[in-house]
């Protein structure tokens, strides 16, 4: 195994191709560097300047006194050659070669990259890339990528084999307030492979769940035997892309790598215990749900809503992805009873029929989390209930009416309970080791995705709608069930 | 045919049950009424009080001098038979009765309800409900409905079997930008059922596209008659929920409705023209791109993007959706070659390899959108991209590096750019009639996800992601193959 670790945690970083044209990849990517932290420990390496943004700069990593842990290099690719020999001649390890022009720009390119990369590895050096999109550890405050998302602190690790759709996926993470601990664009994948990374972070403290976005794999076996030791240790999940013949197509062309065949890869992946998924957007949450949420121990679902609809849309979703929904027990319906209206439906789901009733919302809850019968409770539509009597409040404002709550500052009042409410969920998380999946009936600026409680080993995520919620609780039990699997054995 | 113009446009309406208690139905229903634009021509009945929200009050409708187009009750169910007694009498034809307990709640509710709509189907009354979540038009200015909901004008127009489904509709689509022309939550569908309010909507001339919200059909031949007739004048888009054992139970004890086999019924619908989806998500998502596209003639896609990997995603998701992606055709080729790099694909997708060029952008998504090789064309990542040059700059600033843009207003600067960029597509859309999906790098409050362009036929939705963009295509060619194979007949 491949030690990367001052790869990620670098103390000390020589940036090769520095300049101050903040349109170039020298410029900003220097830029979100030092934003990011890296001040008087990254070293920009400049033929023509003396300093570039404040820094003294050098003329080449042999002028640099002080030890250097990574190189990040940014220069075309015609002078990269020299620069890396230099790079081994001052000792470096580890380099992120951002420069593309290499093997995904044709046969010139290709051949650039095989000799590089067979001096590389003649030196056992650590390289990222070529065309890679770069590099970020939350942990080492090493900010490194073409997105510039200064992610927040979090224990999700992504290996992207795009670029793109990499920084992408970061965005979408910061917008959610859903941390990161690690990035890396493997790019052409010249000498460290998607695999490596993968090897890397299955023993990585920082790191709790492994998301990884694969084009293709040149090495199926050794993937495979990674992936699966991985797999026992944290949960890994994947978006495999090129699986169709279009997709392979574009594939080819953009990377250079074998799609293969999906349906064999497909097999092959869940056999070695890493969860799949089908898009971009699930690759987030189904990462998120496992760094937030105890696993469901079994297929049993109890559902709690504020109203009959998004019920009924639950129901099916769940016995659409192999979950089951049991009936209330006598205690559960003789609790309710005391609290529900008496039509009530005496029925999983259980339907508040739109009451307004924070003790109703926190008994409910409770029930269903204490009760042996369910593996995972859905609560559909409590969070931010309170929102629609904030707009009753601001509409009767308009109209000059008065409301009891006029001397009140409403905002801050429905927010609290809501907050409230939250809390007592993780709570009941941790009693009772079971995940709640709760879906809000709106979601706005204001909300935080991911709500976290002081001490808690569990967070709370606002899901959007019920299919994001029950694709979180399938796709966490299919992971539960390949390790309970590997325990028998 | 029943008459339901003056239900949805009403000019006078009563109020029955109106209080000043803002935690009950009769108290904020009538505050969103009055803050929708209803003051002068509302007209509350309260028998214990001389006024309401300083509106004068009248003991009965009778009381009421004014001819009055709609009475919305409010008030329990067991004194609920006079008072339509009393609408009858005073010659109202529309009522929506918000009022629950009725069948939903069990025996008692049930003789009730029958009792009741006996005598509204004898007087031929139009009535909404019972337990429903009221109605809106806002090209009536008429905003009656629990979620409190000022939609922004448009045309679609909304049928849902679920209160709590509808709302929700109403909720995300007011976040995203997306004008609504009707709403109704046909409740227990004592008298007005689904189908009416779909025969109603084909031939509004305010609504373009229907969406509905299917829990159960009663009466499905009558309905897939309906529906046939409704699809054949614009798109009617679907979610038909109770599709399994699960959700049709929980379907009955919600509403009472008879979920049927959902293999059938989905066939039928099919048949009948109607496009289904499976999700709240996508059934939103899916009306937007009818209300603001042309539809795709056919089923080659062009793909541009900004970056490889998001392109694979997109070729996956069109192939596996049954669309195609030709091959670039020598004219574009030649053009392309002028201002890309020599290296790039010259394939379908056109990845653009991350170059920030507007002149780019603009060639290349007319070189696409006037091809008559494609039916669509998606645009990957540049929307929006010019949000990483912004974050650089602001990067910049921290760090009190110096650039070349400090006495520029950046952000005006950059989302000019990207609002010039729209309104070229748009024009594109208009002179070729080809639609042109663009999915955002980034979306960000600031964002509307619906963009439009005076006088402009069509308007540019802000996709979050390839799936999304690829789901809207397959969708609206479902249904211009059903309209293209209806007129062959």
């Known amino acids: 195994m491949r030690e990367l670790h001052k790869l990620f945690y670098p103390e000390r970083i020589a940036f090769i191709g520095a300049t101050e044209n903040i349109t170039k990849w020298g410029g900003y990517l220097l830029i979100y560097l030092m934003d990011g ?3 008087e420990n ?33 220069i075309p690719a015609k002078g990269v050659f020299p620069v ?45 890339g070529p065309n890679t999109m770069g590099i970020l550890n939350s942990h080492a405050s090493l900010y490194a990528t073409g997105a510039n998302v200064q992610s927040k602190k979090g224990k999700i690790s992504l290996i992207a084999q795009s670029g793109n759709v990499g920084t992408q996926f970061l965005e979408w993470a910061d917008q959610s307030n859903i941390g990161i601990s690690k990035f890396v664009g493997s790019g052409n994948e010249g000498v460290l492979r998607s695999e490596d990374f993968l090897e890397y972070l299955a023993d990585d403290e920082d790191t709790g769940v492994i998301v990884m976005y694969i084009e293709g794999v040149d090495d199926g076996r050794r993937f495979l035997e990674i992936a699966k030791k991985a797999a026992a240790k944290k949960p890994v999940v994947a978006l495999k892309s090129g699986r169709t013949a279009a997709g392979s197509t574009a594939a080819a062309s953009h990377t250079g790598s074998m799609a293969g065949s999906y349906r064999v890869f497909e097999a092959a992946m869940k056999q070695a215990g890493i969860v799949i998924v089908n898009s971009l957007p699930e690759l987030l949450m189904v990462a998120a749900a496992f760094d937030s949420y105890p696993n469901p121990k079994g297929n049993r679902v109890g559902i709690i809503t504020l109203g009959g609809g998004w019920g009924v849309v639950t129901a099916d979703n769940c016995e659409e992805r192999g979950l089951v929904l049991p009936e209330l027990d006598e205690k559960i319906i003789t609790e309710l009873d005391k609290i529900l209206p008496s039509f009530w439906s005496r029925g999983n789901p259980v339907d508040l029929v739109g009451m307004v009733n924070q003790d109703l919302y926190k008994k409910s809850t409770e029930l269903m989390a204490e009760s042996e019968d369910y593996d995972a409770v859905i609560v559909l539509g ?20 008065q409301t009891p709550f006029d001397d009140v500052d409403v905002k801050k009042l429905l927010h609290g309970s809501t907050l409230d409410y939250m809390d007592f969920v993780i709570e009941l998380m941790e009693k009772y080791d079971r995940p709640i999946y709760p879906v809000a009936l709106v979601i706005t600026e204001e909300d935080d ?35 309970d699997k590997r325990k028998d054995q």
């Open 37 to 39: 932290g890296f001040r």
């Open 42 to 74: 990254v070293y920009p390496v400049s033929i023509g300047r003396e300093s570039v943004f404040g820094l003294p700069a050098y003329k080449s990593v042999l002028d640099i006194k002080e030890e250097i842990d990574l190189a990040i290099i940014t």
């Open 84 to 128: 890396v020999e230099e790079c081994h001649e001052k000792g470096i390890k580890n380099i992120v070669l951002v420069t593309s022009g290499f093997s995904e720009t044709g046969e010139e390119g290709k051949r650039l990259e095989d000799e590089l990369m067979a001096y590389v590895k003649e030196k056992d050096i650590n390289l990222v």
């Open 382 to 401: 409590v969070i931010n209930s309170v929102k629609f009597a904030e707009k009753t409040f601001y509409s009767a404002q308009r109209l000059g009416i």
């Open 449 to 483: 995705i991911v709500h976290s409680k002081d001490q808690s080993r569990y967070k709370l995520i606002l899901f959007r709608s019920p299919e994001e919620a029950v694709l979180c609780i399938a796709k966490q039990l299919e992971y539960q069930r390949y390790m």
